[in-house]
């Protein structure tokens, strides 16, 4: 709060000059920043007090009083004051867990102590389970349950840590078929646009903008329009026809509930899990709906799982939680980073990754972040990651910060809003920190070759760089549900400048410094997406009368991975190890899967 008035204190002083001083010409000089909206600093920001000053020893705060100023911008990124008031009670229950942790370490055995759990604990009777370190992508949570005599529907939810509805699926057995309505729910927005499963209106004619484009290469919705034949587990065929349902040929007295093989008093399952792009739910094994993530539905978000309705519940089943990993010491000496050189580095590379990440910070620290130029303090790498809304994720998170000297906290909570402070926080950290020829921006999910890299910008002009998967021609989403929505308010032209894909780019030194001071001086706009904002930042450079070197390198694969690449997105951990694997051993880029 201190530097926020401070600052303001300055503007309005600079700006009562400016009014006061005589004009020398009625029309404003060309050099100010011509674009963008003029921002001004917030006197205070609920929260910020309990999150300054960063403790003046700690290694993994360094960009923390650079960033504040942007925190209390009038033009901040949506969701900013939300990502800051979470992290205040964040930041506040770990330091009183911290401390407690310690008083307890004295008498007891080393590595012993809470950790995130690879089972869920269900309460059966109360219909929930507790995910007490959220769900990462490639997670599964499976319900086994008996619909009961007459079910007629049942309603599963992954609920966050603040009683936000992260995904609602309502379903409705009928023997039409079963019936879907998913949606989500903020205490700031309420429910969001309800999707529905099959589409509203006549089946078969559907309106075609409802007709979703699918979600990790799955349909929004499963059911087939018109007749279908279907199998249910005794081999039986059943015939259904629209509405009708034929089972003449069912000995049994129970009743089909609907077109999904869901049987009155036989077990079923129900499983949600999380890809990249969204969540998918399938019944008795097949895919039956599937929700993209929403600004406020990634799936770090859940703390809790919850299933209510005409069913009896026989268990609960996961996998593929984050679990944070055994610490063995003899690996961590290994494993930890290098100190921070003295002098200026060659290449900074800041991996955003978010809290609950365990496995695929390990698995880079065991992969790329060995790279002989990583282990010699050439390269410098670090984690760019925001707090997490769960205690025991931070308290996690914060001994991996400890032991691995690798992860740069971030004063607030990781919304997918706000990554564009995690850009602006690297180019800090490149340039006041650890100054930096080169400053790299990745994901915790992409396998970079550090020694191409480094090779590829030693033939490339130092100045004005932009260097990775250009894309030169793009437009805004003007979609509302989507994702990457943006608004004619924060873009109003139809088209992009060139920009460089998100999972992995590098700009030079020059670059970053006129990032990092555009931000300081309110001259450059924030925009929600970080790779897309870094375009206008250099076109904005660009247009100040810089020369810039736009460089695009197709070995940059952002969808996957390919023969020869420098760098591969999508990679799980054990994609990682098994891409090292080959490099270490036959000298080529060789994909794994
Ligand atoms: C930082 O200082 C505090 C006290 O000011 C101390 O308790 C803590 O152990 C120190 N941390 C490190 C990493 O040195
Ligand atoms: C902080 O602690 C309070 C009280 O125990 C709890 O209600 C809240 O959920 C915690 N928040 C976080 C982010 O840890
Ligand atoms: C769930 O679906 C049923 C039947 O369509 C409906 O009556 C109910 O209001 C829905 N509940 C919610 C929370 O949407
Ligand atoms: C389809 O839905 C949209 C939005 O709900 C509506 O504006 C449009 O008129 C519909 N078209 C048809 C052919 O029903
Ligand atoms: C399948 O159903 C038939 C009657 O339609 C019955 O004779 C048979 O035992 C059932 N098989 C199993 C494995 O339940
Ligand atoms: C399913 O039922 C429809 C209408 O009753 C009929 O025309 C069709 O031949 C049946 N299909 C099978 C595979 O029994």
Redesign the pocket.
């Known amino acids: 709060m201190r530097k926020c008035s401070g600052v303001l204190l300055i503007l309005t002083l600079a700006v009562g000059l400016l009014l006061f001083s005589p004009s020398p010409s009625p029309t404003p000089p060309p050099t100010a920043a011509t674009a963008g909206p003029v921002a001004h600093l917030l006197p205070s920001l609920p929260g910020l007090s309990d999150l300054y000053p960063p403790a003046a020893n700690s290694t993994a705060q360094l960009s923390w009083g650079l960033l504040r100023p942007l925190l209390c911008r009038s033009d901040a990124l949506p969701g900013t004051a939300a990502g800051v008031l979470e992290a205040a009670d964040a930041w506040r229950n770990l330091t009183v867990a911290v401390a407690a942790a310690e008083a307890a370490e004295e008498g007891r055995p080393q590595g012993v102590g809470p950790s995130c759990p690879a089972s869920v604990k269900g309460d059966l009777r109360a219909g929930r389970a507790a995910l007490p370190c959220g769900l990462a992508e490639g997670a599964a949570v499976t319900v086994v349950a008996v619909p009961r005599e007459g079910a007629a529907l049942f309603r599963v939810e992954m609920l966050g840590a603040n009683a936000e509805v992260v995904l609602h699926v309502n379903v409705s057995l009928g023997a039409a078929g079963m019936l879907v309505e998913q949606n989500s729910w903020t205490p700031e927005e309420g429910w969001g646009r309800q999707e529905r499963c099959p589409p509203a209106?006549d089946v078969g004619s559907s309106?075609?903008?409802?007709q979703l484009s699918p979600v990790d290469g799955l349909l929004v919705c499963n059911e087939k329009a018109g007749a279908r034949v279907i199998q249910d587990n005794n081999n039986t065929v059943i015939n259904i026809t629209g509405n009708q349902l034929e089972d003449g040929q069912r000995s049994k007295g129970h009743r089909q509930l609907s077109s999904s093989s869901i049987v009155e008093g036989e077990p079923f399952t129900v499983t949600l899990w999380t890809g990249l792009e969204g969540f998918h739910m399938t019944v008795n094994g097949r895919h039956e709906t599937s929700f993209a993530y929403r600004e406020r539905s990634a799936p770090w978000l859940v703390a809790e799982v919850k299933i209510y309705g005409d069913l009896e519940l026989l268990s609960f089943l996961a996998n593929g939680l984050p679990v944070s990993e055994d610490v063995d010491m003899a690996s961590v000496a290994f494993l930890k980073a290098p100190p921070l050189p003295k002098k200026q580095t060659f290449l900074l590379v800041g991996v955003f990754s978010t809290g609950n990440n365990f496995k695929r910070r390990m698995a880079l620290r065991r992969t790329w972040m060995q790279y002989a130029a990583v282990r010699s303090g050439d390269v410098v790498v670090r984690f760019f990651t925001g707090l997490h809304k769960n205690e025991q994720v931070n308290l996690e998170l914060w001994r991996e910060t400890q032991l691995y000297d690798d992860i740069q906290l971030m004063p607030f909570v990781d919304y997918y809003t706000l990554i564009t402070l995690k850009t602006i926080s690297i180019c800090m950290f490149g340039t006041k920190i650890v100054p930096a020829k080169y400053i790299m921006k990745t994901d915790d999910d992409a396998f970079v070759r550090i020694d191409e890299v480094i090779s590829s910008l030693k033939k490339s002009n130092s100045h004005g760089l932009l260097y990775g998967l250009i894309s030169f021609q793009s437009s805004p989403h003007r979609d509302k549900d989507s994702k990457w929505f943006i608004s004619r308010k924060e873009w109003s032209y139809d088209m992009y400048p060139p920009w460089a894909h998100g999972p992995g780019y590098i700009i030079s030194r020059d670059i970053a410094k006129f990032v990092v001071r555009g931000h300081q001086e309110l001259t450059l706009q924030l925009f929600k997406l970080e790779d897309v904002a870094m375009g206008i930042w250099i076109q904005q450079y660009k247009n100040n009368g810089q020369q810039v070197n736009i460089v695009t390198d197709d070995r940059f694969y952002n969808e996957g991975c390919d023969a020869d690449y420098v760098l591969a997105h999508y990679q799980t951990p054990r994609l990682m190890m098994c891409l090292w694997e080959k490099l270490k051993a036959e000298y080529q880029a060789i994909c794994c899967e």
Do not use: C, D, Q
Request: hydrophobic share 20%.
């Open positions: 209106g309106n075609s903008s409802l």
